[in-house]
Structures are given as C-alpha cells and as structure tokens.
C-alpha cells in the first residue's frame, strides 16, 4: 500500500485535500483524523504537520509526501521535489528598516531573525556571508522593532505587513516556493507503479484545472483558420455534420485564453460554441 503524507493544517491542507479529491482519493472528514485508508486505491494517507513532512519521506517511512517547497528545502531531509502543484505559491525574501542594507551582501556580523534557518544559512553561504541566524516561530517582523534582529527573513505575498511594521524588502527573493510532491532522495519513480499512478492523477487534475474542452460548428472552407486558433494538446477532432459544408470541432484550450479564442472562433463564421469543464483526464 502507497504511504502519502498530507499536510494536516496551514495553508497547504485545504487545496491539498481538494486536489486528492479531483484526483479521485478519499479524504478525512474529521480533522482529528491522524491515518486514514483508502482501500480502493490501495493507498494510506498520514495528516502530518507540514514542517515534519519531508523528515518522514527522507527517512523512508513513508513513500512520498505533499508539502512546500520552502519547508523541504529548509528541512535538509534526504528528499527531493518531484512534482509543482500549482498552489500556495509564495516568495522568501529579506526585509529590514530603510538605510540598513540593500542586499545579502552586506550583512556581515548582522542577526536575521526567521522561520526558516535552514534555507537562510544556505543562502548566506552560498554568498560568503558570515551572519548569525535567529529561529523563530511566527511574527518575525516583530523581531527588528524589539532588538532581537537586524534584518529579516520571511514569507512575502503583498509586501504590506512589511510596510505597516515599517519594513522594506532587499534584495533577490531567496526562493520561489509552492506546494509540490516529493520522495525520498534517489529513488526512483518507476520501481513502484503506484507512486507512477498517483502522480498521473495529480498530473490530470494540473490540466483538467488548467484547460476547457470546447466545441464548435464552422464551415468546411474555415475549418485551417479555426483550427490553428484551436490546436489542442495532440490535434483537435473535425467530424462532419449532416448540413453539408460545415463540420463539428472539438478541442481543448486553455481555460484563461477560452472568452477570447470563442470571440475569434465567431468573427470567422464558427457557431455553436461551446466551452464544458474537464474533471479528470490522462495524457
């Protein structure tokens, strides 16, 4: 049986849970529920903190795991990045009061307060940087305005709890991180064709979310024209209909460019446009 580790709180485990249920696992519907089985796919799923995810795959305990990318890397467990998943895509940056540095480079002999001291040593060893790095578990920005640090390293989405504690951000983000899939360093994917399943599935609710399946009907002469507009992820399908000269398309398209592609589609004669939603697919 597949051991999966799933985050059990955060910000990682609502959209996990959603995209496991696209992908058609079952899921916990009690939060206190730290194991449960999905016999009918011959999987086993464990609700873990995500901070302690990459430690349970690393050490071979579980087979694979969902969790961020910030927190495997600042992890320094034996596992690695297998699939992107699309969702809580974050940046990790520096920031500090204005005039005190403007890059990594400079601060040698300074103190960074952060949640993640893994992935700052890393980063200031990477760039020579001789600095003292503080953990701490939340707030960090508090950390400057109280003497702890000079400078901090944190999560950054808008920027404006940095600005409202009178902050800046410096320099090159540290890291682009989102939620993704990993295993456990150096095996590999094909020795067990359930982890070869599981990602096929989370790769089909990827472009499921991503694409439409649109339909049209158009005349014959424009059907090279509507089709270039219209490829589809191998070739779309033209059947004829029975009103002669005009033939039936069906394609899948990118879901954010559709409201355009279907304006195009009538300016060149196509009717009966339709877009439907795809729930699941296999490429």
């Known amino acids: 049986m597949l051991r999966i580790a799933v985050p059990n709180k955060g910000s990682l485990s609502e959209p996990a849970a959603a995209m496991l249920h696209e992908a058609g696992y079952q899921q916990r519907k009690d939060r206190r529920e730290l194991v449960l089985v999905d016999s009918a796919n011959g999987v086993e799923f464990f609700f873990l903190r995500p901070r302690d995810i990459a430690v349970y795959v690393g050490s071979g305990q579980l087979d694979i795991g969902l969790t961020g990318r910030d927190l495997l890397l600042d992890s320094g467990a034996q596992a690695e990045e297998i699939m992107q998943l699309g969702f809580a895509a974050s940046t990790f940056r520096y920031a500090t009061l204005p005039g005190t540095a403007s890059g990594v480079t400079e601060f040698d002999g ?7 001291p893994g992935l700052v040593r ?4 990477e760039h020579g940087v001789d600095a003292a790095v503080v953990q701490l578990d939340g707030a960090v920005e508090t950390a400057i305005k109280l003497g702890v640090a000079q400078v ?22 540290i890291l682009e991180s989102e939620a993704v899939v990993i295993r456990r360093t150096g095996q590999k994917i094909d020795e067990d064709p359930k982890v070869s399943q599981f990602l096929r599935r989370m790769q089909g609710v990827l472009v499921a979310r991503r694409y439409v399946m649109m339909d049209y009907d ?17 070739s779309p399908t033209v059947s004829p209909l029975h009103h002669e000269g005009w033939v039936a398309v069906r394609s899948m398209v990118p879901s954010m460019d559709a409201q355009r592609v279907m304006d195009e589609l009538y300016e060149l004669g196509a009717r009966a446009i339709l877009t439907t939603g795809i729930h699941a697919c296999r490429l």
Do not use: C, Y
């Not at 300074?110 to 993640?116: D, G, Q, Y």
């Not at 890393?122 to 060893?125: D, N, S, V």
């Open 122 to 125: 890393k980063h200031l060893a």
């Open 218 to 234: 158009i005349r014959v002469e424009h059907v090279e024209r509507a089709v270039a507009l219209t490829p589809g992820l191998q």
């Open 152 to 173: 901090i390293a944190d999560v950054v989405e808008t920027g404006s709890t940095l600005r409202n504690a009178g902050l800046e951000v410096i320099g090159e983000p």
């Open 110 to 116: 300074m103190t960074i307060a952060t949640s993640f």
